[in-house]
């Protein structure tokens, strides 16, 4: 199954993207393999650091090198991917300012929907920033549930436990970009995320 060639979008007027980024993945996967998924924010400016882009690219060095300060032994996004992890953007098209405006959050989580749907086995979910958790929180509202990720700093609310559809979400912050190297603290946080993730799938 390539995710690419199930889903799509055609909406071209929503606030502070570029769609000149616009990307879903491109990879070739089998759903019953993935017991993970991994949301960040929104695809990058260059399409040649996403995740699947290949070359070393920055989504994947940061990425990767996140899976190995959790212990896990990887070198690629490929390595990742083995471990039954699916990696994806909550917006699909890059983003042109410093945030994501909440409409637009709350129109890609449509697809964002439609995406996890694909992986009814998902037994974890690491939301990667404040987009992936109110990504997760407007797909549960939308099925008249209550929000999945309570309102508050993530460093405050991350150690509880919460569910979606059935499976663990984990509130963490930020792995796919440059500022992952600048922040150890927040790097740190992520990689107990991660770790806790992978444990519970038994990847740990």
Request: hydrophobic share 40%; net charge neutral.
């Amino acid at each position: 199954m390539r995710p690419c060639d199930l889903l799509s979008c055609d909406r071209v007027s929503c606030a502070g993207i570029r769609r000149e980024g616009y990307a879903i993945p491109d990879l070739d996967v089998r759903p019953d393999e993935i017991s993970i998924i991994l949301i960040s924010e929104s695809s990058p400016p260059d399409p040649a650091d996403g995740y699947y882009a290949g070359g070393d690219s920055l989504f994947e060095k940061t990425t990767v090198q996140a899976f190995r300060d959790a212990g896990a032994r990887v070198e690629t996004i490929g390595d990742v991917v083995g471990l039954g992890v699916y990696l994806t953007a909550a917006v699909k098209c890059a983003k042109t300012g410093y945030g994501v405006e909440t409409a637009t959050i709350k129109e890609c989580s449509a697809l964002l929907e439609r995406e996890l749907d694909l992986f009814p086995g998902a037994r974890a979910y690491l939301l990667m920033g404040d987009v992936a958790i109110r990504s997760i929180n407007f797909i549960a509202a939308r099925a008249g549930e209550p929000r999945v990720i309570p309102a508050g700093s993530t460093y405050k609310i991350r150690g509880a436990e919460y569910w979606f559809r059935g499976g663990r979400a984990f509130p963490s912050y930020l792995q796919a970009g440059p500022s992952f190297f600048i922040e150890k603290t927040k790097r740190a946080m992520i990689a107990q995320d991660i770790a806790a993730a992978l444990a519970l799938t038994g990847r740990g």
